[in-house]
């Protein structure tokens, strides 16, 4: 079984800045990429930065590009996302998602964790 865990959200101020970790579980499983989403209330979901594997390629969507930075140490399964010069319109219920494989077996799995609240306010 495959279980995802964040932790590291809270209450920052503007400008402040916060660490997201994300480890997930399950031995057997190469994981092909991992990416962070969140999630506004009333708004729709959306991706935030996504880290892949074997290159460690990243990308993120443009509103947070030089201000977040997502990694992995790939000995423990976990990703990160250093989130520096907060905004307001960052607060939010950020997810961690992950999808890997488990051979012998030749298709994807996805997985998602449960996800930290991210409140930025003064």
């Known amino acids: 079984q495959v279980k995802l865990v964040e932790s590291g959200g809270g209450l920052v101020q503007p400008g402040g800045s916060l660490r997201l970790s994300c480890a997930a579980s399950g031995s057997t499983f190469s994981w092909r990429s991992m990416s962070w989403y969140r999630q506004a209330p009333g708004k729709e979901r959306e991706l935030v930065a996504t880290?892949?594997?074997?290159?460690?390629?990243?990308d993120y969507v443009d509103s947070v590009k030089s201000r977040f930075t997502i990694s992995r140490d790939n000995g423990k399964n976990t990703v990160y996302l250093q989130m520096n010069s907060l905004k307001p319109e960052d607060t939010a219920l950020y997810y961690c998602?992950?999808?890997?494989?488990?051979?012998?077996?030749?298709?994807?799995?996805?997985?998602w964790g449960q996800g930290t609240q991210v409140t930025v306010s003064s």
């Open positions: 880290i892949t594997t074997p290159d460690g390629s990243t």
């Open positions: 998602k992950a999808v890997g494989r488990s051979p012998p077996l030749t298709w994807d799995y996805t997985f």
